[in-house]
């Protein structure tokens, strides 16, 4: 029985609002610490942890996946990576540290085993949902293949791992078709003022020539408006650019949470709330913790 579709935006919250779950995986310590353990550095133990799911894969896949990284900054950690240590390492060294980082963030709250175990049955059932749309999904699609861990925390991790992936797919595939390079993405983000360019070219490997040509570039299509290097803004149709590369994204990810439904999708976002804000509250979400992030 094919099931009605959701306002994107409502999939939206529900994922923005247990985000954070996953995300810290890529700024908490005890990943660093983890890796380490492995003879990973931090650049290397990003490349190798998130692909991990692949195999022992060369750069090309991540390059292509990953979709923003200066290509020399991941042939500098893949295959090397896997001389170090093999796939089925990092992926235990991965959900142990975030079992350990989850464990540390939610000691501090009252009674989360409840709020814990329902979260991670609504996240389930959406990342399940997204299972069954693989194609033109691989880094999703890499994940999906992996089992399913027991403990509720890491089920929830698992989950909201899926649906990150599962929509990171999706908003590549936009930005494909809407003729931006990751490093354009990067600097018309840049432009909304939200990430600073400094934080860009140190976790993507780009040079400052290489981020001012991209920046030449997009000001001849007339999405940035004229100005110094450093003076970035979108113009109207920048701004037209982005939202429709963000409602596209909206959209291919809005399947994944349409078995859960509207009630569903707001049930998970009020039950993941305290859970993403005692992760901010423990500090797992320090930018500048590691040299990249996802």
Not at 8 to 16: L, M, Q, S
Not at 112 to 127: D, F, G, M, N, S
Not at 256 to 265: F, H
Request: net charge negative; proline share 6%.
């Amino acid at each position: 029985m094919a099931r009605s579709p959701l306002d994107p935006a409502v999939a939206r919250a529900a994922w923005r609002r247990a985000e954070p779950i996953h995300a810290m995986i890529y700024f908490a310590p005890e990943a660093r610490q983890r890796y380490d353990a492995l003879g990973l550095d931090g650049l290397t133990g990003y490349f190798a942890s998130r692909s991990a799911a692949f195999g022992a894969v060369p750069a090309e896949p991540v390059i292509a996946t990953f979709f923003n990284f200066k290509p020399a900054l991941v042939r500098a950690a893949l295959p090397a990576a896997w001389e170090r240590a093999d796939p089925a390492s990092v992926l235990r060294a991965r959900l142990d540290a975030a079992d350990a980082a989850l464990s540390r963030a939610f000691s501090a709250l009252e009674d989360a085993a409840e709020a814990i175990a329902e979260a991670a049955e609504l996240a389930r059932r959406a990342a399940e949902s997204a299972c069954e749309q693989l194609p033109g999904r691989p880094l999703f699609a890499a994940h999906a293949a992996l089992p399913w861990p027991e403990e509720p925390q890491l089920v929830l991790w698992h989950a909201q791992t899926l649906l990150r992936e599962f929509r990171g797919d999706g908003h590549v595939n936009a930005l494909v078709v809407a003729g931006i390079t990751g490093l354009d993405a990067l600097v018309l983000h840049a432009a909304t003022g939200d990430v600073p360019v400094r934080f860009l070219l140190r976790s993507r490997g780009w040079t400052g020539d290489e981020w001012a040509a991209a920046v030449d570039g997009l000001r001849s299509r007339g999405l940035l408006a004229d100005g110094a290097a450093d003076d970035l803004a979108l113009t109207d149709a920048g701004r037209e650019l982005r939202q429709s590369v963000e409602d596209r994204t909206d959209a291919l990810a809005e399947p994944a949470y349409r078995v859960l439904g509207e009630d569903g999708c707001a049930r998970l976002a009020e039950v993941a709330r305290p859970l993403s804000r005692a992760v901010v509250d423990a500090g797992l979400l320090n930018l500048k913790a590691t040299p990249t992030v996802g």
